[in-house]
């Protein structure tokens, strides 16, 4: 069944234009207040936001959906996604959600929403509450003297700097390490500074100083060459980048290298099975993590299961099969031992707890395999469905052929923009160029 509303990561699109208006706003919060409300006692939702403009308008809107079902609403301010699903459990609130668009530009902004357990809701819950949106609720709503409240609980920010250091060894400290850390002028602007210095790091923070519109503006997980900058400049030890949200990090070396999950994740995999920690067997990633990614996996006896693309497949997956490691190449890495999500600082403090273990270089401890040539383009779309198109259906049939065996191709749309996205990888570097450009060529024809 198609979906209205709900995209691969919750709702999401520009500020103030459908559907990410205040009246759908105040409908998710009375759909999902009607669906989550349960026993007699008072029920809560805790609602977290990144530092878009937008944020305030969202948030009084999802406010007043949920306090006419009769929800208590805790405010959390500007906190990271994780620290939501997080404190969604802590709380004991009924239902938790994330105001944010992630690594997406200011304009645009997102609701996530959180289960009891922390975990993000399936495709049948998300259709329920769509269901539940489109319908006359004005029946079913609080009485006036059953009303919710709301109250702001800033403070709860330093309940997820204390989970978060307490997911490091107990043995290691970040002494003696110089780390930049770029907040991407989002929801970590506070809370990724305060964890690391307190673990005993020297800290140099940028962009960490939130506006309302520079979020994720040229910097961040998606815009690292600033980040590279200040490591050379203050000749760090390491850089880390969050995105919008923290939900998703990439390293920077000390070298001014990018690297990306698939080696944060590789770096985790080998530890935690040296440490006799890794759960079932292997890794889940999805379809865009790199073939060389597979290759070190398999050399250790591990497996890579991959999935769409999507955090929330990757956990689908990792909780039916026993998984206890996974996540995306663009950073967004579950450690399903402490999070229900992905968690960009809780990431980085395993790969800082690896390099202190080692007393390597980062460089060092964090390539451990050579990736296999890939390319990944986007096209921009204006809509129809022009993958059905038979001369773009043909391109692509041609294209598998010609990489053959040695390689794989993913073509798939964006669940969060009107884009197209066209990845190819194979030992052959010329020819996966090759293969991506005529396939974007035509695609961009039929478009």
Not at 396 to 404: K, Q, T
Request: proline share 4%; net charge negative.
């Amino acid at each position: 069944m198609a979906r209205k509303y709900f995209g691969t990561d919750g709702i999401r699109g520009q500020a103030n234009a459908y559907p990410m208006t205040p009246d759908i706003a105040m409908k998710v919060g009375m759909a999902v207040g009607l669906a989550f409300k349960r026993g007699e006692h008072r029920n809560r939702v805790v609602i977290g936001k990144d530092t878009r403009l937008s944020g305030y308008m969202i948030e009084n809107a999802l406010v007043a959906g949920f306090t006419s079902t009769g929800m208590d609403v805790f405010l959390l301010g500007p906190i990271p996604t994780p620290a939501v699903a997080m404190l969604c459990r802590s709380l004991r609130a009924d239902i938790g959600v994330m105001i944010s668009a992630s690594h997406n530009p200011f304009h645009d902004n997102g609701i996530k929403l959180f289960g009891p357990d922390g975990f993000k809701l399936s495709d049948d819950i998300e259709l329920e509450i769509e269901r539940l949106m489109d319908e006359n609720l004005a029946d079913r709503l609080a009485s006036s003297d059953a009303l919710g409240r709301a109250k702001r609980v800033d403070g709860d920010i330093y309940r997820y700097i204390e989970f978060a250091k307490r997911t490091m060894p107990r043995n290691i400290s970040l002494s003696g390490l110089r780390i930049v850390v770029d907040c991407a002028n989002g929801a970590a602007y506070k809370v990724a500074p305060a964890a690391l210095w307190e673990l005993g790091a020297e800290v140099v923070t940028i962009n960490n100083e939130p506006n309302g519109t520079n979020i994720n503006e040229d910097c961040g997980s998606t815009h690292p060459l600033g980040l590279i900058k200040k490591v050379h400049e203050v000749r760090a030890d390491i850089g880390i980048a969050l995105d919008g949200d923290a939900d998703r990090v990439l390293i920077v070396d000390e070298n001014g290298a990018i690297i990306d999950g698939d080696q944060l994740m590789a770096v985790i995999a080998q530890s935690w099975q040296e440490s006799d920690r890794l759960a079932g067997g292997g890794i889940v990633a999805t379809i865009m993590s790199n073939l060389g990614f597979e290759r070190f996996l398999g050399d250790r006896g591990l497996t890579l299961a991959r999935t769409q693309v999507g955090d929330r497949y990757v956990v689908e997956h990792m909780r039916t099969h026993g998984f206890n490691v996974g996540g995306e190449q663009s950073g967004h890495i579950v450690l399903s031992d402490f999070s229900t999500t992905g968690d960009g600082l809780v990431s980085a403090l395993q790969i800082l707890a690896v390099v202190q273990e080692q007393g390597k270089p980062v460089s060092e401890v964090c390539r451990k395999f050579e990736p296999v040539p890939q390319l990944l383009k986007n096209v921009r779309t204006t809509g129809g469905k022009p993958l059905e198109d038979k001369k773009v259906k043909s391109a692509i049939d041609e294209a598998r052929n010609r990489l053959g065996n040695t390689g794989r191709l993913v073509i798939r749309p964006s669940g969060t923009e009107p884009l197209i996205r066209v990845m190819a990888e194979g030992d052959d570097r010329k020819l996966v160029e090759a293969v991506v450009n005529d396939i974007i060529s035509v695609i961009s024809s039929a478009a």
